[in-house]
């Protein structure tokens, strides 16, 4: 038994029999026409198909414009990048940016936007995340509740300045603030030294010789007066001004939903 001959064009219409049409078969017989012109229908709707799919293959179908970026490859390049906005009343769009402060965001509905971040180091146990907020405020969490699978965003506003990784830990370490070391000792003779009774001092302690009698190391100081005082700034760094400790601003990030 042989089968019709396709053809890949899109028919007008469908032959519709008639009363008196007399049965025939064969490749040119009545019977096979209105088949035959819906095969040629479906493959047509294959073709097209086929072509259609070969747009979304990068090897069969290159970016023509490759200096500019495709959606999908946009889409994905800004998953996870800061959005620093202080507008007052700045609404962001929901399907494509969301808060940074511990967002809770379903995998069902960032579909694409999972499968990229879940292969960042930075992606840990919810549960571990929320035990030590502080700790592991740059990271991502995952768990499971009543509706479903789902991920944190990061929480940026517990910790002030963003660092590059490689420089003093690395990607999604936090670190906390601390004071710098400020040490310094003074020096002081014995009771039966003549002279000034402190020899000197050093690190952030000083000493001064607040007389006015005049008198040498090689003289009694017996009437002299002295202060001690503490200047930071000979080991630590200082400043004149105050600066300020942080920027208030609404934290987002690109987090597209959906599949790209």
Same mark, same amino acid.
């Given at each position: 038994?042989?089968? /019709?001959?396709?053809?890949?064009?899109?028919?007008?219409?469908?032959?519709?029999?008639?009363?008196?049409?007399?049965?025939?078969?064969?490749?040119?017989?009545?019977?096979?026409?209105?088949?035959?012109?819906?095969?040629?229908?479906?493959?047509?709707?294959?073709? %097209?198909?086929?072509?259609?799919?070969?747009?979304?293959?990068? %090897?069969?179908?290159?970016?023509? /414009?490759?200096?500019?970026?495709?959606?999908?490859?946009?889409?994905?390049?800004?998953?996870?990048?800061?959005?620093? @906005?202080?507008?007052?009343?700045?609404?962001?769009? =929901?399907?494509?940016?969301?808060?940074?402060?511990?967002?809770?965001?379903?995998?069902?509905?960032?579909?694409? =936007?999972?499968? /990229?971040?879940?292969?960042?180091? @930075?992606?840990? %146990?919810?549960?571990?995340?929320?035990?030590?907020?502080?700790?592991?405020?740059?990271?991502?969490?995952?768990?499971?509740?009543?509706?479903?699978?789902?991920?944190?965003?990061?929480?940026?506003?517990?910790?002030?300045?963003?660092?590059?990784?490689?420089?003093?830990?690395?990607?999604?370490?936090?670190?906390?603030?601390?004071?710098? @070391?400020?040490?310094?000792?003074?020096?002081?003779?014995?009771?039966?030294?003549?002279?000034?009774?402190?020899?000197? !001092?050093?690190?952030?302690?000083?000493?001064?010789?607040?007389?006015?009698?005049?008198?040498?190391?090689?003289?009694?100081?017996?009437? @002299?007066?002295?202060?001690?005082?503490?200047?930071?700034?000979?080991?630590?760094?200082?400043?004149?001004?105050?600066?300020?400790? !942080?920027?208030?601003?609404?934290?987002?990030?690109? /987090?597209?939903?959906?599949?790209?």
């Amino acid at each position: 038994m042989a089968n /019709l001959q396709e053809e890949a064009v899109w028919e007008d219409g469908v032959y519709q029999f008639e009363q008196t049409d007399v049965v025939q078969g064969g490749p040119e017989g009545i019977d096979n026409v209105p088949t035959g012109q819906l095969a040629n229908r479906t493959a047509y709707l294959k073709q %097209e198909q086929d072509n259609l799919k070969k747009k979304f293959d990068d %090897e069969q179908t290159p970016n023509p /414009l490759p200096q500019y970026f495709l959606q999908t490859e946009l889409l994905r390049a800004l998953v996870g990048t800061p959005v620093f @906005n202080n507008l007052v009343g700045y609404i962001p769009n =929901a399907d494509l940016v969301v808060p940074s402060v511990g967002q809770k965001c379903y995998v069902s509905e960032y579909t694409t =936007a999972y499968q /990229l971040i879940s292969a960042s180091i @930075n992606f840990i %146990e919810e549960d571990t995340k929320a035990a030590s907020p502080f700790e592991h405020a740059a990271k991502w969490g995952f768990g499971t509740d009543s509706t479903g699978d789902f991920f944190t965003t990061p929480n940026k506003p517990l910790y002030m300045h963003d660092k590059a990784a490689g420089v003093f830990g690395d990607a999604g370490d936090t670190k906390e603030d601390h004071l710098q @070391n400020i040490t310094g000792d003074l020096k002081i003779r014995g009771f039966n030294t003549e002279g000034s009774l402190v020899s000197g !001092g050093s690190g952030a302690l000083r000493y001064r010789n607040d007389s006015s009698s005049g008198n040498t190391a090689a003289q009694s100081n017996i009437g @002299n007066q002295y202060s001690f005082y503490i200047d930071t700034s000979f080991v630590v760094r200082t400043d004149t001004f105050t600066d300020t400790m !942080g920027a208030f601003f609404d934290a987002f990030i690109w /987090l597209p939903k959906g599949v790209f």
